[in-house]
C-alpha cells in the first residue's frame, strides 16, 4: 500500500527556537496532505490541509503564523513549529488522502519535545 | 456537524476473549466508515473500511458492519491477542475521529 514517512521521528528542540517536520509521500504523488495534532490519550486533532502550489487552509483556533505549513512539491509537505514552547510539545501526525475516497495513508508520527 | 462518538476505554481483556468497541456517528449524507488502530508511539494504520449501508469490513480478524440504521459501525474480533494492545480509533469519511479506545490484552 501507498507509504508515508515522517522526519524526524523524535525531535527535542528548547523553548523559543523553530522546528520543522517533513511529510513525505513515497510512492505516490499526494496534492493535499494534512496535518494532525494528538495529545497524550486523546484523538488526532486536525490543524491544518496542506495543498501544493496554494496557500494551507487551517482549523479553527490554530495559529498560522506559529504552525508554517509548505507544500512544496507533489511529495513534500512541512510543518515548521516557530518560536515553539513547551505547549506545543505533543505528537504530529501527517496524513495524505487515498485513492479510495477519504481514506487516509498515515504518517508514523514525531514526537516533539520543547524544553 | 459531522461526529463519532467511540465506547470509552481503557478496555482490559484476557487473550482469546471477545472484543467489541461501539462507535456510533452523525454526518449528513452517506459517509464511509473506517477503523484505524494505532500501536505505541506510531502513526495510525486502516484496520478496515466500509464505504456504503450493509458493507462489512474486514481484517486480521477484526469485523465492523456499517449500519445506516442505527448509525453504528461496531468493531469486533472473536479472539483477541496480546499483539492487539493498541488504541482503536473509529472515523467518519477520513477527517473525524473519534476519541479512541485503549485495548489491553493480557496473557
Known amino acids: 500500500g501507498a507509504v508515508v514517512s515522517q522526519h524526524p521521528s523524535r525531535v527535542i528542540c528548547k523553548s523559543g527556537t523553530s522546528v520543522k517536520i517533513e511529510c513525505r509521500s513515497l510512492d505516490f504523488q499526494a496534492t493535499t496532505m494534512f496535518w494532525y495534532r494528538q495529545f497524550p490519550k486523546q484523538s488526532l486533532m486536525l490543524m491544518a490541509t496542506?495543498?501544493?502550489?496554494?496557500?494551507?487552509?487551517?482549523e479553527q483556533g490554530v495559529e498560522k503564523d506559529k504552525f508554517l505549513i509548505n507544500h512544496a512539491s507533489l511529495t513534500l509537505s512541512t510543518l515548521t513549529v516557530t518560536s515553539a514552547h513547551p505547549e506545543d510539545s505533543s505528537f504530529y501526525i501527517c496524513s495524505a488522502p487515498g485513492q479510495v475516497l477519504y481514506e487516509q495513508y498515515f504518517g508514523p508520527g514525531t514526537r516533539l519535545t520543547v524544553t | 456537524g459531522d461526529s463519532v462518538t467511540q465506547m470509552e476505554g481503557p478496555v482490559t481483556l484476557s487473550e482469546e476473549a471477545f472484543l467489541t468497541i461501539n462507535c456510533t456517528y452523525t454526518?449528513?449524507?452517506?459517509?464511509?466508515l473506517f477503523w484505524y488502530v494505532q500501536y505505541p508511539g506510531e502513526g495510525l494504520q486502516l484496520l478496515l473500511k466500509a464505504t456504503k449501508a450493509d458493507d462489512k469490513g474486514s481484517n486480521k480478524g477484526f469485523e465492523a458492519t456499517y449500519r445506516k440504521e442505527t448509525t453504528s459501525f461496531h468493531l469486533e474480533k472473536g479472539s483477541v491477542q496480546v499483539s492487539d494492545s493498541a488504541v482503536y480509533f473509529c472515523?467518519?469519511?477520513?477527517?473525524?475521529f473519534g476519541e479512541g479506545t485503549q485495548l489491553t490484552v493480557n496473557p
Open positions: 472515523a467518519l469519511s477520513g477527517l473525524t
Open positions: 496542506s495543498n501544493e502550489g496554494s496557500k494551507a487552509t487551517y
Open positions: 454526518a449528513t449524507g452517506y459517509p464511509s
